[in-house]
Each structure stands twice: as structure tokens, then as C-alpha cells.
């Protein structure tokens, strides 16, 4: 059974940067499509971004492009999700979630109800 955790939060200046984690045991993530999500209080759950099993290609919202990116090191079993110019509104907890694709799959979503394999999350503070 796949477990995912995630790490690399914590407490960052606005403008500054971060580099979240997500890694698996139990099984490995090329059998995967991953997307990592967020949460802030009181608020839904949003996808940030999503990496394909067949090629690694990535989609991400609008909300997203330009200061987030994803990419995954298939010898360490990791995703992660790096952040730049990070602003107070990004202060939430993060989440990485995995779907089992098939091996030529480009599927991807960040759509939070179509994932399976959930971490417990990573807390993100932006504050100065």
C-alpha cells in the first residue's frame, strides 16, 4: 500500500522560497500520476500541481503557473513541489496525493476528489 509523506514546510518571508517533499514507501511513484494540493483555514482544498507518469510532463492551474513547480526523482521515490516568491496568501497546510495510472498514461488532475493516496500534510507559514 502506497504511503506518502510530505516535508520541507515551515516558516518562510514573504518573497522567500521552499522546496516540499513527497516521499513514498510501499510502493513506487512511477506507478503514479502525483499532485500536490493545499489548504488554508476555512478554505477548500486546492490543486496546485500535477506531474504524468508516462512522461513527467506537469499541469497546473492558472493560480499557480509561474511560481510553482513540480518535478519528481524517480531513483529517490520523492516528488516535490518548489515554491518561489512565496506570499502571505500562501500560508496553508500542503498536501502531496497520488492516482495509479497505466504505464503510457498522460492523465493528470488537480482535482482533489480523484486521488486516492493522500499524505498528512506540511505546513506552510508566510510571515515577516
Known amino acids: 500500500q502506497l504511503q506518502l509523506v510530505e516535508s520541507g514546510g515551515g516558516l518562510v518571508q514573504p518573497g522567500g522560497s521552499l522546496r516540499l517533499s513527497c516521499d513514498a514507501t510501499?510502493?513506487?511513484?512511477?506507478?503514479?500520476?502525483v499532485a500536490w494540493f493545499r489548504q488554508a483555514p476555512g478554505k477548500e482544498r486546492e490543486g496546485l500541481a500535477c506531474?504524468?507518469?508516462?512522461?513527467?510532463?506537469?499541469s497546473y492551474p492558472d493560480s499557480a503557473k509561474g511560481r510553482f513547480s513540480i518535478s519528481r526523482d524517480n531513483a529517490k521515490n520523492t516528488v516535490y513541489l518548489q515554491m518561489n516568491d512565496l506570499k502571505l496568501e500562501d500560508t496553508a497546510t500542503y498536501y502531496c496525493?497520488?492516482?495509479?495510472?497505466?504505464?503510457?498514461?498522460?492523465?493528470?488532475?488537480?482535482?482533489?476528489?480523484?486521488?486516492?493516496?493522500w499524505g498528512q500534510g506540511t505546513q506552510v507559514t508566510v510571515s515577516s
Open positions: 510501499g510502493s513506487t511513484l512511477t506507478f503514479y500520476a
Open positions: 496525493a497520488a492516482r495509479p495510472v497505466g504505464p503510457i498514461s498522460t492523465w493528470c488532475s488537480n482535482t482533489r476528489t480523484l486521488f486516492n493516496f
Open positions: 506531474i504524468r507518469r508516462a512522461d513527467s510532463g506537469t
